[in-house]
C-alpha cells in the first residue's frame, strides 16, 4: 500500500512539474483548470486504492470529500489570485505590498487548516475518526506534493 501510494504520488508530482516550469501565477486559467482536473483524478485514485471502507461508509464519505475538494478549490482559487499579483511585482515589491501579501499569505494558510478540521470532524461524526485521519493523513501529504511545486514555481522577492 504505501509503495502504491508513493508511486501514485510521485506521479501526481510529475503532473505539477509541467506547471512549474512556468511561473504559476502566468499560467492561463484553461491550463490551471487542466492541471486542477488531473490532480483531483490522481488524488481520488489514490484514495481509492488505500482507503478501505464498507458501503455504507463510502456512501456518506465520497460526497464529504467532494464538498471538502469543492471547498478547498474556492481557497485555492484565493491563493492562485495571491500568487498572480505577487508574480506581477515580485522584482519590484514594495514594503506595503509585501507585508500585505504576506498577512494574505498567512490567512490562506489558517483557513485552509480551519477547512481540514472541520472536514476532519465532519468524516470522524459520520463514518468514523479512523477514516478521518487515515483521509487527512493522505490529504496533507498530497497537498505537501502539490505545495512543494508550487513554491518551487514563484520566485523569490528580490
Same mark, same amino acid.
Given at each position: ?32 483548470? $487542466?492541471?486542477? +482536473? !488531473?490532480? #483531483?483524478?490522481? =488524488?481520488?485514485?489514490? %484514495? *481509492?486504492?488505500? $482507503?478501505?471502507? +464498507? !458501503?455504507? #461508509?463510502?456512501? =456518506?464519505?465520497?460526497? %464529504? *470529500? ?93
Amino acid at each position: 500500500m504505501k509503495l502504491c501510494t508513493n508511486l501514485l504520488i510521485g506521479i501526481l508530482a510529475f503532473c505539477l512539474c509541467a506547471a512549474a516550469q512556468d511561473t504559476l501565477g502566468t499560467l492561463p486559467d484553461s491550463e490551471i483548470a $487542466l492541471l486542477r +482536473s !488531473d490532480i #483531483q483524478t490522481k =488524488k481520488t485514485d489514490i %484514495l *481509492q486504492q488505500n $482507503l478501505t471502507m +464498507s !458501503d455504507e #461508509q463510502a456512501a =456518506k464519505f465520497w460526497p %464529504l *470529500q467532494r464538498s471538502y475538494e469543492n471547498d478547498l478549490s474556492k481557497l485555492e482559487d484565493q491563493h492562485l489570485a495571491l500568487i498572480r499579483e505577487y508574480t506581477k511585482d515580485w522584482n519590484n515589491l514594495k514594503d506595503e505590498t509585501a507585508k500585505d501579501l504576506g498577512k494574505r499569505l498567512l490567512e490562506y494558510q489558517k483557513k485552509r487548516v480551519d477547512l481540514r478540521s472541520k472536514y476532519f470532524d465532519r468524516i470522524s461524526k459520520e463514518i468514523s475518526p479512523t477514516i478521518a485521519a487515515k483521509f487527512f493523513q493522505m490529504e496533507i501529504q498530497m497537498e505537501d506534493v502539490i505545495d512543494f511545486q508550487v513554491a518551487s514555481s514563484v520566485p523569490l522577492i528580490k
